[in-house]
C-alpha cells in the first residue's frame, strides 16, 4: 500500500495510532518503525517524515497516551461537586487509564532510557505539554485542601503517590487476586482531606 493513502498530517497519527495498538497488544517490546508502518500501511521509510529515529515516536506515543490520560481524568471529574468528590474523580479516572490501558500507563511512567535529545524538538515540546496538563488536573483537584504537613505540593505529593501506588498494586495486577486478597475501594483510603480556611 503506498503512503499516498495518507495525507501528511494523517501520516504522523496513523503512526501514533499504530505505535499504540503494537504497544497494547505486545508491550514496549513490540514496537518497532518498521512495524508501525506496516501496520500503517506505508513503506518503511515514511515514519522517517515525521520522527527522527524510534526514540521520537515512543515520545509521540507517550506524549498521545498522556493526552488520553488527561482526558480520561477530566470525564471523570464531570459533574463531580464538592472538592472532595472532585479529588476523588480525578483518581478514579487515574485508575480507570491504568485499568484500560495497562501496557501504556507502565511504558508513560517508565524511565525514558533512551537519551532525550534524539527526541526532536516538537515532539519533545507535546510530550512536556501533555504530561504537564495531566499532572495539572491533580494540582488542581488538591488545591482546595490545606497542604500536607504545611508544606506547598504536600497535599499532591501524597495523592499522586497513593493513587500512583494503587495502580501499579492493584490496578494493573493480573487477576487472580493480590497478597492482601481483595484491596478496599480507593475511596475507602483516600484522606479526608481539611479545607482551606
Known amino acids: ?75 471523570h471529574r464531570a459533574g463531580a461537586g464538592t472538592p472532595r468528590a472532585r479529588l476523588l474523580a480525578i483518581c478514579e479516572g487515574y485508575l480507570a487509564f491504568a485499568r484500560r490501558h495497562r501496557a501504556l500507563f507502565q511504558f508513560m511512567f517508565q524511565p525514558f532510557a533512551e537519551d532525550r535529545a534524539q527526541i526532536n524538538a516538537p515532539v519533545m515540546a507535546e510530550l512536556e505539554a501533555h504530561s504537564g496538563a495531566a499532572f495539572q488536573e491533580l494540582a488542581e483537584a488538591c488545591a482546595p485542601f490545606e497542604p500536607v504537613a504545611g508544606q506547598a505540593g504536600g497535599t499532591e505529593a501524597l495523592v499522586w503517590s497513593l493513587v500512583h501506588g494503587y495502580a501499579m498494586l492493584f490496578a494493573t495486577a493480573p487477576e487472580g487476586g493480590t497478597p492482601i486478597g481483595t484491596p478496599p475501594d480507593f475511596a475507602d483510603i483516600l484522606p479526608d482531606f481539611p479545607l482551606k480556611k
Do not use: W
Not at 518503511?44 to 515512543?58: D, E, R, T
Not at 506515543?61 to 477530566?74: C, H, K, P
Open 1 to 75: 500500500m503506498s503512503k499516498d493513502k495518507h495525507h501528511h498530517g494523517a501520516l504522523r497519527e496513523a503512526l501514533i495510532a499504530a505505535g499504540i495498538e503494537l504497544m497494547e497488544a505486545g508491550g514496549p517490546a513490540a514496537l518497532s518503525l518498521r512495524k508501525c508502518a506496516a501496520r500503517a500501511g506505508v513503506s518503511h521509510a515514511a515514519p522517517a517524515h515525521h520522527f527522527n529515529g524510534i526514540v521520537s515516536l515512543k515520545a509521540a506515543i507517550m506524549a498521545r497516551s498522556f493526552r488520553m490520560f488527561t482526558e480520561t481524568m477530566r470525564t
